[in-house]
C-alpha cells in the first residue's frame, strides 16, 4: 500500500500522507517529474525524498516509487472535496437529527465501487464518509479500503460505537484516516443515553472512543449541545480537554433535509449562537455531497436539483455549478432582503428554515433586535 499521495489539487499540486495533517505543496514540474516515474522501480528524486523526511521523517532512499507513491491524474471536471452519506441508517436515534428518518437503505457494492470511481476521476482527494452512521453500513470497510486505495484522504463521521472492533481498528492500521470526527452527546450516561434515546449509548461511546484513544486514531470531537444536554456543556468540553482531543461546540440546530421542523425542538435557545456573515462557499463548484442513492447536491443542505450518478455517471457533474448558481440565489422569503449584505445564512439553509415554519431567530437578522442588526 502507498505511503504518499501525489496528486492535482485546485490550481496547484500536493503530496499528502495517509493519517497525518501535513502536506507538501509541489511546483507543477515537481509533480511532472514524480508522474513520469509512477509505477516503476526507480527511486523517487533526491529532492523529493529530501523533503518527505523533514516532513514526516520517512526514507523514500532506495524505496521503488511503485511502492511508495501513488501518483493521480489531472481531472478535467475541477472537484477536490467530497463528502458521502454511505447511509442514513443508525444505531442512535438523536433528537436533534436532521435527517429525519433514518432508513436502511442504499447502493448495491458494486454501485458503491461505481460512485468512488466517478469521485476518483472528478479529482476528488478530501472525501468524508459519514450516515447515520456509517460503520454499520454492511459495505463500510470494504468503501474504505477501496476509497483508500484510490488515492483518497478520508474522514469518517461516527459516533464511535463501532470503534473498539477489531477488524476497525485493524483497517485504520493499515488505512490510516485524515480524521475521525466523532459526536458527544453528553458528559454523563443519564444524558447521553436520554439524548441518543438509546440505552447502552453512553458506554458503546466510551468503549469505543477509548479504543481509539488507544490506537492514537485522529480523532476530533463535536460537542453537540441541545436542550436535554446544555446543562453539561462545561463538563462535555472539561472530558474533550482530559482526553486531549481537539473539539468543536455546535449548538445551532437545523431542520430536517424534508424541511421538517422536528430536529429544531432540540435546540436549547440560550445556546443559538450568531453566523459569522456568509460570503459565498464552492459547494458544487470544487465540492458536491452523495446521498445514500448516489443522488448528487451541492452539499448537505442545498438538496435540491439532485443528479443521479447512477444514471448520468462523470458527465451529470458538469450540471452541479449551474445548479449552485441558481440555489444560491436570494429568492422566496429572501428575495430583495436589505439586510442580504450581511445575511448570516446561504440561501439553500434558509430556504430549509423558511419551508420548517422556524422562528426567524433561529437563522435571520430580523428575528433579532433593531440595536443588533447591522443594515
Not at 472525501?127 to 488515492?151: C, M, N, V, W
Not at 430536529?263 to 456573515?277: G, P, T, Y
Not at 457533474?317 to 441558481?326: A, N, T, V, W
Request: hydrophobic share 40%; with cysteine.
Amino acid at each position: 500500500m502507498h505511503d504518499l499521495i501525489v496528486s492535482p489539487f485546485l490550481d496547484g499540486f500536493l503530496c499528502l500522507r495517509p493519517g497525518s495533517a501535513a502536506g507538501l505543496r509541489l511546483p507543477s514540474e515537481g509533480y511532472e517529474a514524480l508522474k513520469a516515474l509512477s509505477g516503476t522501480d526507480a527511486p523517487a528524486p533526491e529532492w523529493f525524498s529530501a523533503y518527505v523526511a523533514d516532513t514526516w521523517a520517512l526514507d523514500l532512499r532506495d524505496k521503488p516509487v511503485k511502492d511508495s507513491l501513488l501518483i493521480r491524474e489531472p481531472s478535467n471536471y475541477g472537484f477536490s472535496k467530497a463528502s458521502w452519506e454511505i447511509n442514513l441508517g443508525c444505531n442512535f436515534a438523536c433528537t436533534h437529527c436532521y435527517l429525519g428518518l433514518k432508513e436502511f437503505a442504499g447502493l448495491s457494492w458494486e454501485e458503491k465501487v461505481k460512485l468512488l470511481d466517478i469521485m476518483h476521476d472528478a479529482g476528488v482527494v478530501w472525501l468524508q464518509i459519514t450516515g447515520g452512521e456509517p460503520t454499520i453500513d454492511k459495505h463500510f470497510q470494504d468503501a474504505y479500503r477501496y476509497a483508500y486505495s484510490l488515492g483518497m484522504m478520508l474522514t469518517v463521521s461516527t459516533n464511535a460505537s463501532r470503534l473498539w472492533e477489531k477488524s476497525l481498528l485493524a483497517m485504520f492500521d493499515e488505512c490510516p484516516a485524515y480524521r475521525l470526527v466523532v459526536s458527544v452527546y453528553g458528559a454523563s450516561e443519564e444524558s447521553f443515553d436520554q439524548l441518543t434515546q438509546r440505552r447502552g449509548a453512553w458506554k458503546s461511546f466510551k468503549r469505543g472512543l477509548d479504543a481509539a484513544r488507544e490506537a492514537n486514531l485522529p480523532v476530533r470531537l463535536n460537542i453537540i449541545v441541545t436542550n436535554d444536554n446544555a446543562h453539561e456543556t462545561d463538563a462535555m468540553i472539561a472530558l474533550a480537554d482530559e482526553w486531549g482531543l481537539k473539539h468543536h461546540v455546535f449548538s445551532n440546530m437545523t431542520p430536517t433535509i424534508y424541511g421538517g421542523p422536528e430536529s429544531l425542538l432540540a435546540q436549547s435557545s440560550s445556546h443559538l449562537r450568531e453566523r459569522k456573515a456568509f460570503s459565498g462557499c464552492n459547494a458544487g463548484v470544487t465540492f458536491f455531497h452523495a446521498d445514500p442513492h448516489a443522488k448528487v447536491s451541492i452539499c448537505k443542505v442545498g438538496r435540491d436539483d439532485q443528479i443521479d450518478l447512477m444514471a448520468e455517471g462523470l458527465e451529470g457533474l458538469r450540471r452541479l455549478p449551474g445548479i449552485s448558481d441558481k440555489l444560491m440565489l436570494r429568492t422566496g422569503g429572501c428575495e430583495g432582503c436589505q439586510l442580504s449584505g450581511t445575511c448570516r445564512v446561504c440561501r439553500p439553509l434558509a430556504k430549509q428554515f423558511q419551508e420548517a415554519k422556524a422562528p426567524l431567530i433561529n437563522y435571520c437578522q430580523h428575528g433579532q433586535p433593531k440595536e443588533k442588526v447591522i443594515a
